[in-house]
């Protein structure tokens, strides 16, 4: 029976934020906090600066450096001096606005989409934007986070709102279970290959079914993380128990006589039985076997036990050419078993897969084992506290005897800003995001799997099906 | 904000479905604290040779799009990061029109915060533009936002929608900010309601 009253979390929170509409003009939103980091926002505050506007509420906001920094030598200065004024101008801005910013000296330094919700900064029902694309993240905590523009930046800074068009919704299920060796991030790899990289454009996309309530909140981290990468402008799962003992207790988490108002509020906020989406996709846990990405685009996705495709095997000539052009950047030739590409590089952090549980998947399959010849090998924690609770848990020495790095965090090689990055026709298995031309340097070839995919392949120097490797 | 005039432009094609922020502008150039000059590293690691020289196998290359300002282009175009210094080097190097099928949410929010029009059409009509411009490399368009048509010498012209209240900021170059300030009055009632119906997003930020 339908429901006509029953909403979707993402209604009740577009509802409960919609500060003034009228007819004609675009709805304006409520933003409740705002992230931010050294790349995107410098041009918000010339911005305000010209014309003399304040930051609304400087409370609202919590920034870190992590783009641009350097993974080792942190004692030093930042060697690329164009790098060094974008950080220590961030610095300056902070300082200026009285913003809290966690800077590198801080112990609670890292990648924005790790340390945010580090500290419980994001809630169930807050609505989140960051001038960056992986903001979407924060969805995993049943909030609205979005990534957004400069000028935006400079928008919410200003008048602590948005305008915003209100985007259409999918609902993306994954029913039954998935397979031990496989993750969160094998889910949004299927997801992205079975619907393409546009396939969620102007929609906000919720996930669930029981393999996604089955995930740990890192692991739905990871899930909305790439729901960016499918084109939604959000990816969300709904606030559960495990939402609310992951918040409990966190900096920023509600104290007091608020937790239980709070706690109340936030178990309203699960779509109803019966909400309609505008989209459905359902695709089952078990089908799915651990991805590796073999194109240039994270649609370009395959399970580890296939090949890569040729030209001739899309319907669609679009596809075709795509196929064509990426495989001849990626200098790889159709019909190549997966388990047959010959990996350069390993590197696993980012705000993708840089979390302490990314790092206990990765050194379960490094313990013993040694870094390919030929292979060069980098763990970068996501923060100073994914970094720290690694060593303690005594990871890093996991890593460092298999012959890995083991770097400071940041961005690092998800993006190659900060110097970490591959040369001309070096081939990664990365925990990253994106494998578009060019992202981890000129020329580099991204192959985009999960922690313990990376692993595997660092030390065989190809692909490795983790599934057949344990069973046998 | 430049504001957004009516125009009679040479029309660029650059057929390449799914173009990524990471091509438009890569990441070695977001280093800067500017808006300015960005234009210059459009398309950087396909527009030049290793040595710094124009690459001539690049489309945008060709001495038939010099000056244009109209680009044609395929489905999915801005897919990718949020960074604004896409639009801005797509601006700063002279485009004010995209036409494509699809663009990606965030890009296209982008574009009306740096004057840029992207137009939206079906991929027939792409498909004709497409060949207009490859059969006639150099051929002008003619974009009229007040009546909101692209007129064309071969017939292919298109009426386009557009939401009223980015039309009027596009044609008056108006800033968004200003105008947004002119609700002061109920985000400060809606932060008053905020603060009584959820007093812990107030009380630990």
């Known amino acids: ?117 580090e500290h419980g900064f994001v809630h169930p029902g807050m609505v989140t934007v960051c001038g960056d694309s992986h903001t979407a993240t924060h969805g995993a905590f049943g909030a609205l986070a979005f990534g957004i523009g400069t000028s935006e930046v400079e928008h919410v800074m200003a008048t602590q709102t948005l305008p915003q068009e209100k985007s259409k919704s999918m609902m993306v299920r994954v029913d039954g279970a998935l397979s031990e060796f496989c993750t969160a991030k ?139 052009s990426a495989l001849n950047y990626m200098g790889l030739a159709g019909g190549t078993q997966i388990t047959d590409i010959e990996i350069d590089y390993a590197f696993i952090g980012s705000c993708t897969n840089g979390r302490i549980e990314d790092f206990r998947a990765a050194a379960k399959v490094a313990r013993g084992t040694t870094v390919a010849a030929g292979v060069t090998a980098i763990a970068v924690p996501g923060s100073y506290h994914v970094k720290v609770q690694a060593e303690e848990e005594g990871l890093d020495k996991i890593f460092l005897d298999a012959g890995w790095e083991w770097r400071e965090p940041g961005c690092s090689m998800c993006l190659a800003m900060n110097g970490d990055e591959l040369k001309e026709g070096q081939r990664c298995a990365s925990t990253s995001n994106r494998n578009f031309e060019g992202r981890q340097g000129k020329g580099g070839r991204t192959h985009l799997v999960s922690p313990a995919m990376a692993a595997a392949a660092a030390a065989a120097g190809k692909f490795v099906d983790i599934s057949a490797n344990n069973a046998s | 904000m430049e504001p957004y005039k009516n125009h009679n432009s040479v029309a660029a094609l650059m057929n390449r479905n799914n173009v990524d922020t990471d091509q438009i502008v890569p990441k070695q150039f977001l280093k800067k604290v500017e808006r300015t000059g960005f234009g210059a590293h459009l398309f950087h690691d396909w527009r030049f040779n290793p040595d710094g020289s124009d690459d001539i196998t690049f489309e945008l290359n060709k001495p038939a799009f010099k000056g244009a300002k109209i680009l044609v282009t395929g489905d999915n175009f801005g897919c990718g990061s949020s960074r604004e210094h896409a639009p801005w080097a ?80 596009m044609i008056n170059g108006l800033d968004d900010i200003g105008l947004t300030l002119v609700h002061e009055d109920k985000i400060s009632t809606f932060e008053s309601n905020q603060k009584q119906s959820m007093p812990w997003l107030w009380r630990n930020a």
């Open chain 1, 1 to 117: 029976m339908t429901n006509v009253n029953a909403k979707t979390l993402y209604e009740k929170i577009w509802e409960a934020h919609l500060v003034h509409h009228e007819p004609g003009q675009a709805p304006l939103l409520y933003v409740d906090r705002h992230l931010m980091h050294e790349v995107t926002s410098p041009q918000a505050f010339e911005g305000l600066k010209i014309a003399n506007r304040p930051v609304r509420n400087p409370s609202s906001i919590l920034a870190t450096l992590d783009h641009c920094v350097p993974t080792k030598d942190r004692d030093k200065p930042i060697a690329d001096p164009i790098a060094r004024k974008q950080v220590e101008t961030m610095m300056a801005n902070c300082a200026t606005h009285g913003l809290n910013l966690y800077d590198m000296e801080n112990p609670n330094n890292g990648v924005i989409h790790i340390v945010v919700p």
């Open chain 1, 186 to 324: 094998d889910i949004a790899l299927a997801v992205i290959g079975k619907i393409g990289t546009a396939g969620g454009n102007g929609h906000v996309i919720e996930f669930a079914g029981e393999a996604v309530q089955a995930l740990s909140m890192e692991g739905r981290m990871t899930l909305c993380n790439m729901a960016i990468e499918a084109g939604a402008r959000a990816g969300m799962v709904a606030p559960d128990q495990k939402t609310f003992d992951y918040i409990e207790g966190k900096e920023f988490a509600p104290k007091g006589a608020d937790w239980g108002t709070a706690l109340n509020y936030w178990k309203s906020l699960p779509s109803d039985e019966g909400a309609l989406f505008d989209t459905t996709v359902v695709l089952q846990g078990n089908d799915i076997a651990p991805q590796v990405s073999w194109g240039t685009s994270p649609e370009q996705v395959a399970p580890v036990t296939s090949t890569v495709p040729t030209p001739e095997s899309f319907g669609d000539d679009n596809k075709a050419l795509a196929c064509k």
């Open chain 2, 90 to 169: 797509i601006a700063d190097y002279g485009f004010n029109t995209i036409i494509s099928t699809s663009f990606a949410d965030i890009f296209y929010n982008n574009c009306f915060k740096n004057s840029i029009l992207p137009l939206i059409v079906d991929g027939a009509k792409l498909d004709a533009l497409m060949n207009e411009i490859a059969s006639n490399e150099g051929v002008s368009f003619t974009v009229d936002l007040e009546n909101q048509t692209v007129t064309t010498p071969a017939g292919n012209g298109f009426s386009f929608d557009i939401e009223p209240f980015r039309k009027h900021n």
